[in-house]
Each structure stands twice: as C-alpha cells, then as structure tokens.
C-alpha cells in the first residue's frame, strides 16, 4: 500500500502534546456535554488527511464512518496518521492517537482501548457500534505494530 510523505507523519507527531491536554480535558470534565464538546474540539487538532490518502485500501473495517489508517515505524516506534469523515469518530481518534502514537511494540501490545476510554468516562457514553468501530482502529493499530 502507498504511504504519504513522511512530513505528514511529523504534522500529526507536532500535534501530540495538544493530543495528550485534549485527553486530560475530557478526562477532567465532570458532564457528558462537557465531554463531547471537548471530543469535537479534539477532533480539530487532527491534521486533515489529503483526499489523495483518503484510499479504500486504508480504510479501516469495521467502522461505519469512513476511517483512513496509515502506519510508520521509525527506530522502533509506531507512528500513526488517521482522518474519519465524522466528527466524533475525529474526535475519537485524536484521543486514540494521543494515547498510542510513537508507544513501542511491547506499549501497544499492552495498551486496552477499553481501560483508555473508561479512564477518560467515555466508555458508557459511546453508542455500542460507535465502540465497535473504535475498537477496531485500535485493533488495526496494533495489528500493524506487529
């Protein structure tokens, strides 16, 4: 599968520390609408995948909105460029990115998306497909460390 550029790697990399306040936020939130509008704000952060990425052979399955995943390991780090087409599942993904991107192989065999998202007290406020599909990124995430 082509991989873009790796400078668009690096531009979702220089959004990491935004990524990981983001989590902090939603995590500190003490209301589900609290919540949500920071998940839509997390969203923003995301760097927008360029339409040419934007390809059937990136998309994650399992996702009802559009998920495009690409995966780039350097000095035995794990890089990770994701876009959806929804904004809570954008939303969902920086959070997703915040917690995972540039972990190591034995970090991510360890990480549990569904520990994660409890942490930050989404866990109960996710529709069961929209865990679903989440779940599924960070499946295909790790699957692509191996």
């Not at 390809?55 to 035995?76: D, F, I, K, N, P």
């Not at 996710?126 to 599909?133: A, M, T």
Request: with cysteine.
């Amino acid at each position: 599968m082509p991989q873009p550029d790796v400078q668009l790697f690096d531009n979702c990399q220089q959004q990491q520390p935004l990524l990981q306040q983001a989590a902090e936020a939603i995590t500190a939130a003490t209301n589900w609408q609290d919540k949500y509008r920071l998940l839509m704000q997390a969203g923003k952060l995301l760097p927008q995948l360029p339409p040419q990425w934007q390809q059937q052979t990136a998309r994650v399955s399992g996702c009802e909105s559009a998920v495009w995943l690409y995966h780039l390991q350097q000095q035995q780090r794990h890089l990770y460029l994701a876009d959806s087409d929804a904004r809570i599942v954008r939303g969902l993904i920086a959070l997703l990115l915040a917690a995972v991107n540039n972990a190591t192989s034995a970090e991510l065999a360890a990480f549990s998306a569904e520990a994660y998202f409890a942490r930050l007290g989404l866990a109960g406020q996710l529709s069961p497909s929209r865990s679903n599909g989440l779940y599924a990124i960070a499946n295909t995430m790790k699957n692509l460390s191996k």
